[in-house]
């Protein structure tokens, strides 16, 4: 994986907070102007995310739901791109836990 954007938009206000992961294990920010690095993810982690994308099956997921609160997840390699979008939870349980693991990168670290 070269790299993971994810995060989620929607709501009263209808923001959006955005995430990118890289290969080497930069986390960042996106900010309409800026990218801000949040945090350096160790190997063991970065591990753990390639994991769960090969063993959901993440590179053939075909998932466009969006809401009034949507998540998430796009991953990049140098061959392939995949991108879901999701609202509801409970439908999407692996997806879900995914995006769980990956806030919780970012909330480890602030």
């Not at 009263?12 to 949040?38: A, H």
Request: aromatic share 10%; with cysteine.
């Amino acid at each position: 994986m070269d790299r993971i954007f994810f995060g989620n938009k929607g709501g009263f206000t209808n923001m959006g907070i955005d995430y990118v992961l890289f290969e080497n294990g930069k986390l960042c920010r996106m900010q309409p102007d800026n990218i801000i690095k949040v945090c350096k993810v160790n190997r063991e982690q970065m591990c753990a995310v390639d994991t769960a994308l090969t063993s959901m099956g993440f590179w053939d997921m075909k998932v466009d739901e969006p809401g009034n609160m949507t998540y998430y997840i796009t991953a990049i390699n140098t061959d392939y791109k995949n991108s879901v979008e999701w609202s509801d939870h409970e439908q999407n349980p692996q997806l879900k836990a995914l995006y769980d693991n990956l806030m919780e990168l970012v909330k480890a670290k602030q």
